[in-house]
């Protein structure tokens, strides 16, 4: 089993509406020397198997068809081999 | 300059819709192994300043304030010290 995190990014240049909040909005609560701030999506899921490089195809097939959209997003991922150990408990 | 990421997550035991609607589309695309999907938020930002410490302090509390909801969101950063290079033209 791998763990596997996955990182989602807008692409440079394409327009970050949440990130421009977050810069309009930052200055009120005292901090004024943040900026470039861009906002994506950082996915963490396990996925069953024992070959790591049909996990990574399989996870950049997931990437491409359907966690990020490579149109206006970048992403790329770690994967990290675990133990099959018993799940926590929520 | 330092050049901040900022992880958010769902807390483990936080019903996290977007994970639940991820989970059950992936078997319709061949990916049937995948499970535990959370999906949270990955932030890019940089801040201004010399001093480590007090960039932390200011991202912990840019966290709390403003980036993570600290009642059903757990956030993680790393910080990395950067030379105010010209910035990228979009």
Chains 1, 2 share one sequence.
């Not at 490089?53 to 950049?60: F, G, R, T, W």
Request: charge should be negative.
């Amino acid at each position: 089993m791998y763990r596997v995190s996955v990182y989602v990014t807008p692409k440079a240049g394409v327009v970050d509406p949440q990130g421009a909040v977050v810069e309009r909005a930052l200055p009120a609560l005292g901090h004024s020397g943040a900026h470039d701030i861009r906002v994506g999506r950082y996915i963490t899921l396990e996925v069953d198997g024992s070959d790591a490089e049909k996990v990574k195809a399989d996870v950049d097939d997931m990437c491409r068809r359907l966690l990020a959209n490579p149109i206006i997003e970048d992403y790329r991922f770690d994967i990290d081999a675990a133990e099959a150990a018993p799940r926590e408990g929520a």
